[in-house]
């Protein structure tokens, strides 16, 4: 069993930057992909960014890239999600999620779910 606890989350306005948290109770982190989901009011799930469990490879969505980077500390247990020049559409629960030995960026191919933590970007 995995805990992951997200934290980073707030509010911030357009232009602002954020550097959310995730960090997992897991004997051998380093077997796990661990990715940043987020979901808007009336929106579904949408996958952000991910970074694989080799190779160190990573994910981003198109309205991200460029903007958001994702990193892992193996040594700590967490990653980590640096958000640059934030906007108002970039406001939504964001929740970090882990598989172990998986390349996916699809929400249901993740086992352990963290609890969120809101992100309000405003104009």
């Known amino acids: 069993q995995v805990q992951l606890v997200e934290s980073g989350g707030g509010l911030v306005q357009a232009g602002g930057s954020l550097r959310l948290s995730c960090a997992a109770s897991a004997r051998t982190f380093s077997k796990y992909t661990v990715g940043w989901f987020r979901q808007a009011p009336g929106k579904e799930r949408e996958s952000v960014a991910a970074?694989?469990?080799?190779?160190?490879?990573?994910y981003y969505t198109d309205s991200v890239k460029g903007r958001f980077t994702i990193s892992r500390d193996d040594a700590k247990n967490t990653v980590y999600l640096q958000m640059n020049r934030l906007k108002p559409e970039d406001t939504a629960v964001y929740y970090c999620?882990?598989?172990?030995?998986?390349?996916?960026?699809?929400?249901?191919?993740?086992?352990?779910w963290g609890q969120g933590t809101q992100v309000t970007v405003s104009s």
């Open positions: 970074i694989f469990w080799i190779g160190g490879n990573t």
């Open positions: 999620a882990a598989g172990a030995y998986i390349r996916s960026v699809i929400p249901s191919d993740y086992d352990y």
